[in-house]
């Protein structure tokens, strides 16, 4: 909503560029801090759950070399996240999906990101 006002705005020449900068903050702030969260609680869910439930794929995917199991080993856990294997466990199923989810939400804010950014930086003559 705000980058459609902020759209808007920009293309009527209503804003200054500290006025934009403000409105690129709002968006930009509270939207990284909820996908920051989220990421923490979607990935520690499924790291959780596999620790209980599937102990030997949760050292599998979690070990590091010289560390040990029991880190967060992106190289192999989002391998398994996008991967068919569900372990013949619905709750897996439902926990890789909501992670999926988060991914292309994630990937989505991203993308909108670098428009506004440069609707904000770029100047526009007015």
Not at 8 to 31: M, N, Q
Not at 95 to 120: M, Q
Request: hydrophobic share 50%.
């Amino acid at each position: 909503m705000i980058a459609l006002i902020a759209c808007k705005a920009i293309l009527e020449g209503k804003l200054s560029e500290s006025s934009l900068f403000y409105l690129f903050s709002l968006y930009i702030v509270p939207i990284w801090l909820w996908v920051m969260y989220l990421n923490f609680r979607k990935g520690r869910d499924l790291i959780s759950y596999l620790k209980k439930h599937h102990h030997e794929k949760w050292k599998e995917i979690t070990y590091v070399p010289f560390h040990g199991s029991g880190g967060f080993n992106s190289f192999k856990s989002l391998p398994f996240i996008f991967s068919k294997d569900n372990l013949n466990d619905n709750n897996v199923k439902y926990l890789k999906g909501s992670y999926i989810s988060f991914v292309k939400f994630a990937l989505l804010v991203f993308v909108t990101i670098i428009p506004l950014f440069l609707l904000v930086i770029v100047p526009w003559q007015r």
